[in-house]
């Protein structure tokens, strides 16, 4: 009996391999994520007033009556001659700015209460997606915070961004709790979205980096409705998803009133946090309707005067 030797694969041959395999993980997890922030996107265009205000542009938005001292050559000559009044033609203001998002990916991000849950990473980039292709139709540019790419806008923008997220989610180097530095252009918009757990002292060092450059910013938490009310009894254990040590409690309701304590007081100095730079804060917890934490955001960004010059 002769033995044959199998050819081993070569390190090219395996890395292309494994390139395969995630291609296709994340092609498969792209649809229902996608089809999920176009549905929230929808929802969110129906309630969204246009923000339209005249300037130079392109588009036609509406006729007004002419007044003294007015330019001549914005006349329109042919809505005039239907009436006896003179009208000029404006048109709609077309100057866009961009906006950067990040979407925190650490391990504690992972975590969902129950089945029926998403977790709080899944509906971050949900989150994201969804104002990133509200944003888009309404002509912005919207781009990832970190990456060389820079803002864009388009009818393929925002399957562009759920690319880039899921390849970013399994890149161990970019699960950190906190944005990485990045020099983002004077008058940007910047979203971070994450449950904002850190260390304050860390995201305000952030926080000063981008204000002092003149970035407009809001701050999303996003929150499990188990990490708002703490509703766990008797013996459990409490895993740390990022070595922090697990913690082994006899009476879990014990310590649910001080938990909660501590939670408001954390929150009500990210929003001084957030406020005394200038910016603003927002939460959303994951059993809660997304739409309605879009359309905030869109709302935020709409009466935002930096937005639109």
């Known amino acids: 009996m002769a033995l044959t030797r199998t050819a081993q694969p070569t390190p090219a041959q395996i890395a292309r391999d494994r390139n395969k395999a995630e291609a296709a993980a994340v ?27 005249t300037g130079p542009g392109e588009v036609f938005w509406q006729y007004r009556p002419y007044y003294p001292g007015d330019e001549l050559k914005r006349l329109d000559w042919r809505a005039s001659a239907k009436t006896d009044k003179l009208y000029l033609r404006q048109l709609e203001w077309s100057a ?14 992972t975590y969902a209460s129950r089945r029926d849950l998403p977790t709080k990473a899944a509906r971050a980039q949900v989150l994201a997606l969804a104002l990133s292709s509200v944003l888009a139709r309404a002509g912005e540019r919207v781009g990832l915070l970190g990456h060389p790419e820079p803002p864009s806008a388009g009818r393929n923008v925002t399957e562009h961004l759920a690319e880039r997220l899921f390849v970013d989610a399994r890149d161990p180097a970019l699960a950190a709790s906190l944005p990485p530095p990045a020099d983002l252009p004077a008058h940007a918009h910047a979203l971070l979205i994450s449950d904002f757990l850190s260390p304050l002292d860390e995201l305000q060092e952030v926080i000063a980096r981008f204000a002092a450059r003149n970035v407009h910013g809001h701050l999303l938490q996003v929150l499990d409705p188990a990490e708002q009310s703490m509703p766990f009894t008797g013996r459990v254990r409490f895993l ?25 007081a954390h929150q009500a100095a990210l929003r001084d946090l957030a406020r005394h730079a200038g910016w603003s804060m927002t939460v959303h917890v994951t059993d809660s309707p997304p739409a309605s934490s879009v359309l905030a955001l869109y709302q935020w960004l709409a009466a935002d005067r930096g937005l639109r010059r």
């Not at 961009?98 to 991000?109: G, I, T």
């Not at 740390?240 to 001080?258: F, N, P, W, Y």
């Open 27 to 53: 092609a498969e997890r792209l649809p229902p994520l996608l089809l999920a922030a176009e549905r929230i996107a929808a929802t969110v265009e129906q309630g969204v007033h246009g923000r339209r205000r």
């Open 96 to 109: 866009s700015q961009s906006v950067y998002l990040w979407c925190d990916l650490s391990p504690s991000m």
């Open 240 to 264: 740390g998803l990022e070595r922090e040590g697990d913690v082994l409690m006899s009476r879990a309701e014990g310590i649910r009133t001080q938990y909660v304590e501590r939670l408001v």
